[in-house]
């Protein structure tokens, strides 16, 4: 049986990043990684969704340089941000955050992104075990703690830490925890069936007439759900993903098609992903045939297509007493409002590994918080404002927005400017914060957990 001092379960930003720290910093790490084919990779590797953005500011919360992500890995940089609503829309240049990073942003290639961050994993000394799922956990409390890792190939090992980075679905995490927990379970805190949104993405050729490579664009208010929308993204070349968001098991009787534009009147259910998309492709480009958008087949998961699980939720703490540390989308690290997650991933990890590796894992829940506070408690709180927003209300703020924002700069004269829509949604964003305030956004703490 192998022994090792720190195990991480998934081989995603959050795992490769905890295992790469924890080997810099002297421990014996290995990743467990199932492993997945994609069209863009040889051989498989981590489920990563395919070519992703980062704002200027996430690449700091990383700790990574400006120029530390290798070139191949960023595509281009971005410009800015469009928000569309019904009628309204907004846009942004600027994330209005201080950073290093000199754009709005940059799309990156997340295979490529995956496969740096493993490449520095194992230059740190850290072994990556591809194409073995773990199965199970069984952890020993007496004095000390240990992990006995069941791999699918028969295999076991041995760990005096663990590290859970399984991503959204939680495949071992939810299990592991609650051998811990009373009546309150992590199953219910953070249950997939009830809590996940999926997401849906095509990568599509768009023509070159209408392609904008630095900006992303997001849709609000023409399909129905708490955070469900689509989006488009540049890619490389003249190529996008062309995706949506959207809650799990939404009944359409609840909705009325008049309201929502990408329902129709015959819907008998919400409509599939593909159905979504090709929807918005004829509302923002009737001039236009499907056609004219090709699917770049050559890409993704299945011919061009990828649908993941997105965990929309809220993060819980780790139980470190037991040597445990939850890191990543497993924690509920990835934002229910924009879906950005892997700097959260990478920081986390990277918080992990190196504390696990110092033997001071009890520090881990304070110091995710340090780093991650305030990213926290502006995520949470605009996905809780949005929470009940009807295609009026996206008008409306997007309206008010664009009147308080001048492409992104606020200033308070301008506030005044948006009247009473404009100085409601400043005093609806602060009310909302403020009770999510003192890590209130936590959704299970480590109090909770007997060990
Ligand atoms: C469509 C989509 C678009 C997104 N766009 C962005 C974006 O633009 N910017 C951004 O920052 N974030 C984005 N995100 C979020 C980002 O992808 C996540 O926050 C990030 O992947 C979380 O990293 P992770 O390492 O925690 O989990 P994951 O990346 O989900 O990795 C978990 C890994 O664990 C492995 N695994 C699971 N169970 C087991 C097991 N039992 N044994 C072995 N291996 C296992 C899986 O195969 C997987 O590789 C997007 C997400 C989606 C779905």
Redesign the pocket.
């Known amino acids: 049986m192998e022994r090792v001092d720190v195990a991480v379960?998934?081989?995603?930003?959050?795992?490769t990043a905890a295992a790469w720290t924890a080997a810099e910093h002297g421990a014996n790490a290995v990743v467990?990684?199932?492993?997945?084919p994609r069209a863009d990779r040889d051989g498989p590797g981590?489920?990563?969704?395919d070519a992703?953005?980062?704002l200027d500011y996430?690449i700091d919360i990383m700790e990574f340089g400006t120029e530390e992500i290798p070139e191949d890995v960023r595509l281009r940089d971005l410009d800015g941000a469009d928000f569309i609503g019904p009628s309204e829309s907004f846009q942004i240049d600027q994330t209005g955050i201080d950073a290093s990073y000199p754009a709005f942003g940059v799309a990156f290639h997340?295979a490529k992104f995956d496969d740096w961050l493993r490449e520095e994993a194992e230059a740190a000394g850290a072994s990556y075990r591809i194409g073995d799922?773990?199965?199970d956990v069984e952890t020993t409390i007496d004095g000390t703690h240990e992990h006995r890792i069941l791999l699918s190939s028969g295999e076991e090992i041995t760990a005096t830490y663990l590290i859970l980075?399984?991503?959204?679905?939680r495949?071992?995490t939810t299990d592991v925890l609650d051998q811990f927990t009373g009546d309150r379970k992590i199953a219910d805190v953070l249950n997939p069936t009830k809590v996940n949104h999926i997401?849906y993405?095509e990568h599509r050729r768009v023509p070159e007439e209408l392609y904008d490579p630095a900006r992303l664009k997001f849709w609000w208010g023409i399909m129905p759900g708490h955070t469900a929308y689509p989006w488009v993204?540049p890619n490389d070349e003249n190529i996008a993903r062309i995706?949506l968001t959207m809650p799990i098991g939404l009944d359409i009787g609840d909705y009325n098609p008049d309201h929502w534009e990408l329902l129709r009147r015959d819907d008998e259910q919400i409509p599939q992903g593909k159905v979504y998309i090709r929807r918005l492709l004829e509302r923002e480009y009737p001039d236009y045939e499907l056609d004219d958008f090709p699917l770049v087949e050559d890409r993704g998961k299945r011919g061009g297509t990828?649908t993941?699980p997105?965990s929309s939720t809220r993060p819980i703490e780790s139980p470190t007493a037991a040597g445990i540390a939850v890191?990543?989308?497993?924690m509920g690290?990835?934002s229910a409002f924009h879906?950005?997650?892997?700097?959260?991933?990478v920081r986390t990890?990277k918080i992990a590994g190196r504390l696990a590796a110092q033997e001071h894992l009890e520090q881990y829940n304070s110091e995710w918080r340090d780093a991650l506070d305030t990213e926290f408690l502006r995520n949470v709180t605009m996905a809780e404002l949005v929470q009940d927003y009807q295609p009026s209300d996206w008008d409306r703020t997007f309206g008010a927005a664009r009147t308080m924002f001048n492409r992104g700069e606020y200033s308070i004269g301008s506030t005044a400017r948006a009247g009473l829509t404009g100085l409601k949604m400043l005093y609806g964003y602060k009310r909302t914060k403020s009770r999510f305030k003192n890590g209130n956004y936590i959704q299970f703490r480590e109090s909770e957990y007997s060990v």
């Open positions: 379960v998934g081989g995603g930003p959050a795992g467990i990684e199932k492993g997945v981590p489920d990563s969704t992703a953005g980062l996430w997340r799922s773990v199965t980075a399984d991503g959204p679905q495949t071992i997401a993405q993204f995706g990828e993941y997105i890191v990543g989308g497993a690290g990835t879906e950005g997650g892997d700097h959260v991933a990890g």
